[in-house]
């Protein structure tokens, strides 16, 4: 059994470590540490971006279905709201509000992004001239700034066209 007695130069017994072998264990342990913070900080990053681009294919699944549905898309003043709150549909026509139900189950988690900036929508996906019938979903990314590399649009995340970030301000999800 390994004792933390020792016994000193003038043949007493002293107890305990010295200051060397206390700061050498200290060294040792904030070195593990940090290099635990930073690979967890990596994880969670990435976990946050996987988990922003599956919301996205979630959007991309609720906005088809509102389209199947109506036969458009959610205008830029409904935004991404109208698929959980029925008070966002704006029409004219009650037999087409009849046809309203919930295309997003849970709405506490859907009005916001990993980072806890709203999600960002626009009618038609101005990136490729708004020469398709797309929409726009997006997040600001890990930044939170729109417009700047790291934002994460929902082509993107679903593998098809080009993904570059899109300029100009969309309409945040709670928008109404």
Known sequence: MISATRISRKGGVRAGFTIVEVMIVLAIILA???????NLRGDKKDSQIS?????????MGALDRFNDKFGRYPTDEEGLKVLWD??????????????????????????????GQAWLYRQKDERDGGAGDVPDVWS???DRQDGTDDDIHA????????????????????AS
């Open 86 to 115: 029925k008070s966002a549909l704006q029409t004219e026509n009650e037999e087409e509000g009849a046809k309203w139900s919930a295309f997003i189950n849970n709405a506490e988690d859907a009005q916001k992004d990993p980072w």
């Open 32 to 38: 593990i540490t940090t290099l635990v913070v930073v």
């Open 140 to 142: 600001m990314g890990p």
């Open 155 to 174: 082509r993107k995340a679903m593998g098809s066209g080009d993904g570059a970030s899109g300029s100009g301000s969309g309409t945040p999800a709670g």
């Open 51 to 59: 988990t922003a681009k599956i919301s996205l294919k979630s959007f």
